[in-house]
């Protein structure tokens, strides 16, 4: 880990929650089409 470079990790960070945020959007979007049919 190079402490001189934080924004690496941050970016890392930022990239990983977009996803799961992404992901979790994504699953809630399918289950209320589920509960709409």
Known sequence: ???LS???GW?????SR???T???F???MNSTL???R
């Open 1 to 3: 880990m190079c402490p």
């Open 6 to 8: 934080p924004s690496r």
């Open 11 to 15: 970016m890392r960070l930022l990239a």
């Open 18 to 20: 977009l996803i799961l």
């Open 22 to 24: 992404q992901n979790d």
């Open 26 to 28: 994504a699953v809630s």
């Open 34 to 36: 589920h509960n709409l």
